[in-house]
C-alpha cells in the first residue's frame, strides 16, 4: 500500500509488512536520502511516512534516527574522552562533574526525547538568568 504522491516526477512512500507482523515506511525521494522507519501498525507507519514526506517537500525533514538511539550518557561518554581532552589544563575537572551529574540523572533519555521540561526536573534551568529572558 502507497500513500499518496505529492509532486509529479517524485517517489512514493510504500509500506511493507513483516512476517513479524511489524510494519515498514520506506519514503524515496528525489533529492533525499530514502527514509525508513520500522512501526507496530500500519496506521503508525501511514503516518509516519506522510509526515516525512511532507516534511521531505517543505524542504525542513531531519533524519531523527541518530538521536533517538543515541542517549544522553553515551554522547556524554564520547564528549569526556573525545572533547574533553583539547580543553585547557583547569576546565576538565569541573566539566567532568558536571557531566557525571547529568549521566546519572539523565543518561538514559535518547537525545531526540531530551526536552526542556525534562531538563528543569532535574534542577537545571534551561532559561538564562538574566532579567531580559524570553522564557515563561
Keep these: 500500500m502507497g500513500v499518496a504522491k505529492y509532486t509529479p516526477g517524485t517517489l512514493v512512500a ?7 507482523g511489524t510494519w515498514k515506511a520506506v519514503v524515496p525521494r528525489k533529492d ?3 527514509a525508513s522507519k ?7 507507519a501511514e503516518d509516519w511516512a506522510r509526515r516525512t514526506e511532507d516534511e ?7 533524519n531523527r534516527a541518530p538521536s533517538e538511539r543515541l542517549t544522553i ?5 564520547c564528549y569526556i574522552h573525545e572533547v574533553m581532552p583539547t580543553k585547557r589544563e583547569s576546565t576538565p575537572l569541573a566539566e567532568r562533574r558536571k557531566a557525571q551529574y547529568l549521566a546519572d540523572v539523565l543518561g538514559d533519555y535518547a537525545l531526540a526525547a531530551l526536552t526542556p521540561d525534562t531538563v528543569s526536573k532535574y534542577g537545571y534551568s534551561t532559561c ?6 524570553q522564557c515563561n
Excluded: C, N, Q
Excluded at 510504500?14 to 513479524?20: E, I, Q, R, W, Y
Excluded at 520500522?38 to 503508525?44: A, G, K, Q, S, Y
Design 14 to 20: 510504500t509500506l511493507v509488512k513483516s512476517t513479524g
Design 32 to 34: 533525499w536520502r530514502t
Design 38 to 44: 520500522t512501526f507496530r501498525t500500519e496506521r503508525d
Design 56 to 62: 521531505m517537500i517543505r524542504g525542513i525533514y531531519i
Design 73 to 77: 550518557r553515551e554522547a556524554l561518554h
Design 128 to 133: 538564562p538568568s538574566s532579567p531580559a529572558s
